[in-house]
């Protein structure tokens, strides 16, 4: 076994460990007596809702790492294939605190009708939440309005909503399935209402029960809110797959029909990528692992199974076209680390390119970010990164991101980083990304520092400065991590490098929901 | 007078094998069928085919007017009965002659003087033939016991009942009564001794047109179930010294010669081995179904030689007296051993089974044809031939292994369970043997296949997939559980997929929806899987398994209510014994089902109220179909 693979496993282990927490969710026992009372855990409720065999990519699996929430942040989000139909899940945790939203929980629903949206996608819920975590509730309620006016948006786009109501759904919670399009809810289970009794007495003096306020009967016979009611978890869940299946839904783009497997065996990119961030790797051997093998031209049509664009110019970077499920796709990669003003131009070229045949994009980041010093300033570096950042900011074909490596400084925005909105952005977990590499930054600021103190004229203790410098450096280390960006939400989950082919296969598949349509109109180049 | 065109009163099986000799001999050939045989391959085969509207034998195969109109207007000039039906019935013999057609059979006078089994012990009798004493079931006694009650015009088990308590005895006469008027039209029983372990000995006679009989060896058929011949074999084996063979034989010759006998006949005995000694049973004036045996031993064509005598050819054929191979029958029926042999119906998704140099297929079905209850439950002949005893059946074990059948349960595992045994292969056979020596078909496989069957139909799913055709089967990039494939037999397979596949104890080496290869304790082996709706169907070298999925959803709205009394196989309702209001104890019988001409009482479970009766008298009713509700009583 190579060192580059033993630490890559390592670092695979770590990453199971931490999806294992969010499996946890709220803990055995919390899991157990929802358990006893016939409850599904809202996995096994997704692992029914989807179709047999078929795969399901969770999407911020790790939202809320490192904050003091439960990692996962009381929601399953994911992108799952439900009667033939690729469609945006969200399931509630009952065992984190009945399921309530905190501040990281609102933002992955925020991020998950993001992309149900920008690709297309019918939604379904599978909603059992005691509403708002009433101590963040600052944090969550004014901007936690968004999810009701997403889901009626995404109606108006002729994206179906569909809410499967298993517990609680209370209070601003009841919109949920309130301006979903379909809602089913379970007997004896789904209770929904805006005010329970205890508040309907203090508001009105009226007694009540959750029954006649909010139950599945109730809502089936007397509200019609729920249009289906259902006998079980169980049958909630057939149910919701049948109205999937009644959806008539057609894909914009329909899938190739034939590809070949790799030429080489993903499972050796474990050997490819150094343990040391500063040894660069041939990106072009990460690609071959990536993309369909060659095919026979009558078969798959794929030629070659990379086509290198201007593979003799701007070197630090490398450009060309692939297919992947027999999906093409135009990709840029980073050879050398360091972006020269040559890349930047081909990097503009290229995305040129691709819009121009409405050709999806592929990043995959390993840079340092654009090179500095004298010669390359007068030479238009930021002209050219800027050329570059146009480019990709206003490019219309969809973008696939994955952070392989080093993902530093504006490299990071150059190379379609999580600000410029790409569809999807999955992190290895051999990344590292901040404004700048953790030594370099701790050193600027020493430099900084002893600027300074040498115009106040005062004496810079440098021995003393080194546990500043140290402090920072250990701070940044830890929060330039992948699983501290996956927690933040920066991206959309950390992943088995080995699974890389499979996840942009399905990206590819899921954008194929919407017409892929390059853009002719651009920011003003300075060329 | 030469045969030109020969129809064959029957159907399927027999009607396959009669025709091939005819296509050999440059016959023409016509089928009959009912409405539920048009599929059948038998009626393809053969170069006319006159229906015969309706489903019911009585309203088909034993309608003798119809079957002489069928050959008049198919221009058939002769008719071969084949065995059951109207094979054994003077009368239809008459007709046919009566019509200016070739009756290929004995003369009615022999089938008459040996159709009436009372008669015919008398007249064996006077030909010095050992025959058992009638008992008058007025005078029996508990020293008389076990006793036997068979029906006069009976054949093929149908009509006999065995009694051990002599109270039950007016009740099972009466039973075999009903069976023998429903089958045979005639309700005349009489009663025996029972011979506990005997074994059932025949002897295949041939009479020229001359009358000159000729003895082609003996049949074992002793095993039995159900008083259904279940294996046959050629010669007899185990304890049958030279003397008592020839003196069976000779008692054969002696029994046809008493009544002229014309073309293939066959005389059984009941052979008690214990004493070395035979009593006539009854003499088959007909093709008899396991007369392979003898064909493939004698390396004849009994068929061919029955057309001779019809022809009115004499000869001076002249046969061995002993065959120096062997050969072994096995029937494949459709039927459920497990289930007290229950007949079963459903469509053959898969039926294939090898034939080879040494092994014979005789059968009436083919893949895609639908096996009904309204005929025999036999849905193939399977015949090996050996050097030997051994060899025959290892041939013939190896055979059933590796035939395909699906979509409808057969006794396949049970025989070769049996070709298997020791007792089996030491020639202990009796007519008491699957009571003595019950088969135990292997089950140490079904895991094994339920894992094949899972992969299978993952493989299977991803290959139907519209959408994301290039992810692994059950991906995850986050796991949190197995996947789950339950079958309704209790087998459950976790795994998962992924990159590869991840089961317990085994490592998946080749997956397609078809075929799956498992390597278990470093041994791989395949396995063909073929899935017909929820029905998976799992061929390895070592046998077969029927496995049925578990539905991941179910409707409610489909679900049975509780209490639902099912009807256990498609069948007739004969009688409905309670009204709906009624109170009934449990085990009180609720209605009575005949399918197969074997009555089945479906009792109530629990002591109750019928509160719903969906069925009455008459009507057909399928598989699992409910047939009534019994509300249980609220302690």
Redesign the interface.
Known sequence: MTANREAMLDKIEGLATEHARAVAGGGERSVQRHHDRGKLMPRERIELLVDEGSAFLELSPLAGWGSDFTVGASVVTGIGVIEGVECLITANDPSVKGGASNPWTVKKIFRASQIAEQNGLPTVSLVESGGADLPTQKEIFIPGGKLFRDITRSSAAKLPTIALVFGNSTAGGAYVPGMSDYTVMVKEQAKVFLGGPPLVKMATGEESDDESLGGAEMHARTSGLADYLADDERDAIRIGRRIVARLNWRKATAGPTTYAEPDVDPDDLLDLIPTDLKIPFDPRDVIAHLVDGVSPVDGGGNGAVFDEFKPLYGTSLVTGWARIHGRPVGILANAQGVLFSEDAQKATQFVQLANQTDTPLLFLHNTTGYMVGKDYEQGGIIKHGAMMINAISNSTVPHLTVILGASYGAGNYGMNGRAYEPRFLFTWPSAKSAVMGPAQLAGVLEIVAEQSAASKGEPFDKAGFQGIKDVVEAQVEEQSLPYFLSGMLYDDGVIDPRDTRTILGICLSVIDNRPVVGTDRFGVFRP | MTIQRLMVANRAEIASRVFRTCRRLGIETVAVHSDADAALPYVAEADHAVRLPGTAPSETYLRADLLIEAARRSGADAIHPGYGFLSENADFARQVVAAGLTWVGPQPESIEAMGDKIQAKRLMEQADVPVLANLDAASATAADLPLIVKASAGGGGRGMRIVRRLEDLPREIEIARDEALSAFGDGSVFVETYVERGRHVEVQVWGDAEGRVAVLGERDCSLQRRHQKVVEEAPAPGRLSRATRERMHGAARRAAEAVSYRGAGTVEFLYDEEHARFFFLEMNTRLQVEHPVTEMVFHQDLVELQLRTAQGETSDLRFPDKPDTHAIEVRLYAEDPAADYQPQSGVLTAFDIPAGPDVRVDTGFAAGNEVTTFYDAMLAKVIAHGRTRDEAARKLATTLRRARIHGVTTNRDQLVAILTSRAFLDGEISTAFLVDHPPEPATADRHAAAVAATIA??ER??AE?????????????????P?RTEFTSGEVVEWY?G?TYAVDGFVVREASPTRVVLEADGVATGYDVAVSGLRVDVDHPHGHVALARVP?????ADAVASGSLLAPMPGTVVRVAVEAGQQVAQGEPVLVLEAMKMQHTVSAPTAGTVTEIHVQAGAQVASGAVLAVVEGDTP
């Open positions: 139909l993952a799913a991803r997939r519209v959408v994301q055709q290039g992810a692994p089967v059950a991906w995850r990039n986050v796991v949190s559980q996947q997929g990159r991941r959803f179910t409707d409610p």
